[in-house]
């Protein structure tokens, strides 16, 4: 009986601590959800981007292609060579899903550098970067799970999980904990490194604000693509493990 109180006790304590918030945040208020309003506002910025740029390329295409689409095309073929490289020769399928992982995180950590959200007043909160917070990075790695469980099971079946008692069954639970840590490992490398990067461009606005800042921030612009590519590329690294089954 002592042991479930302390249980219980424990639930209710991390129950307390998960409630806790820092800083300020706007929330909208959808049917019975209640959702943060800043990371839609820029998420929807941020794929309005991706989808007028697409459509002012595609809608045209020309014979002697301009700018742009060789800019387009030129992105395309390297999804794909990525895809490739990770997945083997069934990548095609996931080219769509490698490519957008790649572009909606590249496109939101450059904009947290070269958009001025701060100038948009909020009645509570501000405006940041999509993967400046947490809620989206882990949606992300999340969604990521789901694609590699599916490529295993829509090719393997049951038999996928298999991958869990190889080489040995002694082997069972850090194969199960390891289902477990990809996520947490890829949410929390990108909201990390997008959150540190605005940290320290800002405290060095705040105490340099001319020239020191500059270098940083085209620094910031070169690690927050870098950082796209990981993603990306673990994602497609993980889609081609469960589905050849090797490590």
Same mark, same amino acid.
């Given at each position: ?112 550098? +070269?958009?001025?959200?701060? &100038?948009?007043? @909020?009645?509570?909160?501000? %405006? =940041? *970067? ?90 910031? +612009?070169?690690?927050?693509? &870098?950082?796209? @590519?990981?993603?990306?590329? %673990? =994602? *497609? ?11």
């Amino acid at each position: 009986m002592n042991i479930l109180l302390c249980s219980i006790n424990t639930l209710k304590r991390l129950y307390e601590i998960s409630s806790v918030e820092v800083g300020q945040h706007l929330y909208w208020q959808l049917g019975g959800f209640q959702v943060h309003a800043q990371v839609l506002i820029t998420s929807w910025v941020v794929i309005a981007i991706l989808l007028v740029s697409a459509i002012l390329v595609v809608r045209n295409p020309q014979t002697i292609p301009t700018f742009g689409q060789n800019f387009f095309e030129y992105v395309l073929e390297f999804i794909r060579d990525v895809s490739k490289t990770q997945i083997g020769e069934e990548y095609g399928p996931w080219v769509p899903f490698v490519g957008t992982m790649f572009l909606f995180i590249f496109v939101s950590n450059w904009s947290g550098a +070269l958009l001025p959200w701060k &100038i948009i007043q @909020l009645p509570h909160g501000e %405006l =940041a *970067a999509p993967t400046n917070d947490i809620n989206t990075t882990v949606a992300l790695a999340l969604l990521t799970s789901v694609a590699y469980f599916y490529a295993g099971l829509s090719k393997k079946g049951l038999a996928y999980f298999g991958k869990y008692i190889q080489p040995t069954p002694i082997l069972l639970p850090i194969n199960i904990l390891e289902d477990f840590t990809k996520p947490l490992s890829l949410s929390f490398r990108l909201f990390g490194n997008i959150l540190a990067d605005e940290l320290v461009v800002v405290v060095l606005v705040s105490l340099v604000p001319l020239v020191v800042p500059i270098p940083v921030m085209f620094l910031g +612009l070169f690690t927050s693509g &870098i950082q796209a @590519l990981i993603f990306a590329t %673990l =994602a *497609a690294a993980y889609i081609g493990e469960s589905m050849e089954g090797h490590h």
